[in-house]
């Protein structure tokens, strides 16, 4: 069974940094993209980027380059999302999800999601 | 502001059919499959339409996607309490070189 476990809720103040991660089993991780999804109730869904475990190569969404880092160790099965000064719009859950097709939008197994609150 | 456009909100009422529209162009809706989520804050979003039309394992017969050009629908028939939720077109877009979310659309059963 391909499962997505992620680390807990995080409470944090600004300026904080913080690493989240995301654990895949029940498939080859090291095979399949791994995107990282924001989501908040003013802007919904949105595509932070993506990774590839087998050779951490990352494609990251313009809106979030250069504001957070993504990372993996395939040999754990572990992909990370890591902030180095949290800001307060940095509140939000956070899902790590498997991107079935890396050339389509399809991405078919979720996490259960990690919230952050910065405050 | 995505690349893609979703009315904000949907309703209707228990057994009404719903549309839920996405607006793309050409180098996203025009040329790529098109998926639709469904979402309900504080769970993991699941995939109910792939490829277009496709549902996925599981998915009710009430749900129906289809793509025309640059926009595409999402439509439930029979509607019911539980399909309260957001719903969210997704497709690959040329200019991004990856995927892109729309807006969602908050459906409520009045």
Redesign the interface.
Known sequence: EVQLVQSGAAVKKPGESLQISCKGSGYSFASYWI?W?R?T?G?????M??IYPGDSET?Y??SFQGHVIMSADHSIGTAYLQWNSLKASDTA?Y?C?R?WDS??????Y????TPVTVS | QSALTQPPSASGTPGQRVTISCSGSYSNIGR????W?Q?V???????LI??NSDRVSGVPDRFSGSKSGTSASLAINGLRSGDEA?Y?C???DDT?????????TTLTVL
């Open positions: 995107g999804v989501h109730p802007k919904g869904l949105e595509l980027g993506r494609r969404s313009p859950i899902y999800a991107h050339t389509s939008s399809w991405f078919d979720w996490g259960q999601g | 790529h499959f098109v998926y989520y979402h804050p504080g769970t993991a979003p699941k995939v792939s490829r957001d969210y997704a497709v690959w991004l070189s990856g995927p892109v979310f729309g807006g969602g």
